[in-house]
């Protein structure tokens, strides 16, 4: 017992490295989809602030002038119609139609319901959310390579599709002072209950993704001894 103490200590430890750098890249993933969303949000601004001002323009070229009532006008709508353009919503993935996406739309669709979700979530959840984001960002490439009647894309489409997003909105639709204090028969509470509910998605979103890249596996192992027989021995 004593001599597997050195490893099960250093799996331990790769274990939560592995876990940090998941937490990172989920992190990294949302900050640059928010900096792609205000990015795409001033570019809109900015490209109806400056049809504004050409209608204004051939407007004021064609009638001789703009009048001052009508500068005074423009002087409103100018930035006015800039920041129209800000805060139309950017086009995506519409979270409202979880329950209808094919299993190949539905990481990118559930990373935005749970975007829209976390602050409803409890705190300590994060790691399990952004663990299931990591997930998520694999899976997308994953399943575009599979037909959606794969057996494994379906029990995707099952979890992501009606389960999580049942298990998210039973929760949220508790009062909040009632999701921490309110010990249920089982001896969890509400709060406790998403969290470990969350923990399980992460788990099968992970062997699910395992089982999608066991074929990549197989066909690098064979990859790689091919190329050793058939190239090594000129080393």
Same mark, same amino acid.
């Given at each position: 017992?004593?001599?597997?103490?050195?490893?099960?200590?250093?799996?331990?430890?790769r274990r939560r490295l592995a876990r940090g750098e998941a937490m990172q890249m989920a992190r990294s993933r949302?900050?640059?989809?928010?900096?792609?969303?205000?990015?795409?949000?001033?570019?809109?601004?900015?490209?109806?602030?400056?049809?504004?001002?050409?209608?204004?323009?051939?407007?004021?070229?064609?009638?001789?002038?703009?009048?001052?009532?009508?500068?005074?006008?423009?002087?409103?709508?100018?930035?006015?119609?800039?920041?129209?353009?800000?805060?139309?919503?950017?086009?995506?993935?519409?979270?409202?139609?979880?329950?209808?996406a094919p299993p190949a739309e539905l990481p990118a669709i559930t990373e935005v319901f749970l975007d829209r979700?976390?602050?409803? *979530?409890? &705190?300590?959840? $994060?790691?399990?959310?952004? +663990?299931?984001?990591?997930? %998520?960002?694999?899976?997308? =490439?994953?399943l575009a390579r599979v037909p959606a009647d794969h057996p494994v894309a379906q029990d995707i489409g099952r979890?992501?599709?009606?389960?999580?997003?049942?298990?998210?909105?039973?929760?949220?639709?508790?009062?909040?002072?009632?999701?921490?204090?309110?010990?249920?028969?089982?001896?969890?509470?509400?709060?406790?209950?998403?969290?470990?509910?969350?923990?399980?998605?992460?788990?099968? *979103?992970? &062997?699910?993704? $395992?089982?999608?890249?066991? +074929?990549?596996?197989?066909? %690098?192992?064979?990859?790689? =001894?091919?190329?050793?027989?058939?190239?090594?021995?000129?080393?």
């Amino acid at each position: 017992m004593a001599s597997g103490a050195p490893f099960d200590e250093t799996d331990a430890r790769r274990r939560r490295l592995a876990r940090g750098e998941a937490m990172q890249m989920a992190r990294s993933r949302r900050w640059e989809k928010r900096k792609a969303n205000m990015a795409t949000r001033v570019t809109r601004g900015m490209v109806t602030f400056g049809a504004m001002l050409a209608a204004l323009t051939v407007y004021g070229w064609v009638s001789g002038g703009l009048g001052v009532g009508l500068f005074l006008l423009a002087i409103l709508l100018l930035p006015m119609s800039a920041i129209a353009g800000m805060l139309l919503p950017v086009g995506g993935p519409d979270a409202d139609d979880i329950d209808k996406a094919p299993p190949a739309e539905l990481p990118a669709i559930t990373e935005v319901f749970l975007d829209r979700q976390r602050k409803q *979530l409890p &705190r300590l959840a $994060a790691p399990q959310l952004d +663990g299931i984001a990591v997930q %998520l960002a694999a899976l997308e =490439k994953q399943l575009a390579r599979v037909p959606a009647d794969h057996p494994v894309a379906q029990d995707i489409g099952r979890l992501l599709g009606s389960h999580l997003p049942e298990l998210v909105d039973r929760y949220t639709r508790i009062p909040p002072l009632q999701r921490t204090g309110l010990v249920e028969h089982d001896g969890r509470t509400p709060e406790t209950t998403v969290i470990d509910g969350l923990k399980a998605v992460e788990t099968e *979103l992970s &062997r699910a993704s $395992a089982s999608l890249a066991e +074929g990549d596996r197989d066909g %690098l192992r064979v990859q790689g =001894k091919f190329l050793e027989a058939r190239y090594g021995e000129r080393q």
